[in-house]
């Protein structure tokens, strides 16, 4: 577009959409300008020009339409709650034992802490429940089983070697899958705590 050779505005013959360059002067202030084709044929007079022949329309202060106007509280009212054309009930409340959260869409019937709790919960298994794994965990027979695992292994973790730390007695078997080889010697791993989580991260 800078290589193109410059014509005046009035002995230019381009396309009405064209945006090559041209010598423009302003009709009022006969100043010259270079200039769009498209946009010369559009505006007949420079900017400042045109700001002084069509000036804009302030609409601050009182030029404003909505100057002075305010709610008044009959119309807060009617906008407002029940009154208001939008209104769908109201958003109800958690449906969980004593939750008194206010639900954020009137389409859920669960607050973001309970949605997913027990039957709701996608992994949830009707036949083996928290309280029922608890009860087994306080088994003497079971605790009786974690310390022979730990002493079969002399207190070591069978993955990395640790001894000083917290370790685990791992089902090689899963727990809730095989409760025939809950209690058996050869079930039985002995884990750190991290390795312990290690294994379970690939179940």
Known sequence: MSNCTLISFEDADYSKGSHKLVIWTCPRCQTEFKKAYKQALKTKHCKPCN?????????????????????????IKSLSGKSNSNWKGGLPYC?????????????????????????????WNPTYNRAIREQLRINPEYIQWAKDVKARDNYTC?????????????HIKLFS???????????????CKPCHFKVHAKD
């Open 158 to 170: 069978q993955h990395c070697g640790v001894t000083n730390t917290t370790l685990h007695s791992h």
């Open 95 to 123: 449906q969980h034992k004593d939750c008194t959260a206010q639900l954020s869409d009137a389409r859920s019937s669960y607050c973001m802490k309970h949605q997913q709790l027990g039957k709701r919960n996608p992994n």
């Open 51 to 75: 700001n002084i022949l069509r000036p804009k329309k302030c609409k601050k202060g009182k030029n404003n339409p909505f100057y002075g106007k305010k709610h008044t509280k009959e119309t």
């Open 177 to 191: 899958k095989y409760p025939d080889l809950r209690y058996d010697l050869d079930n039985g791993l002995t884990l």
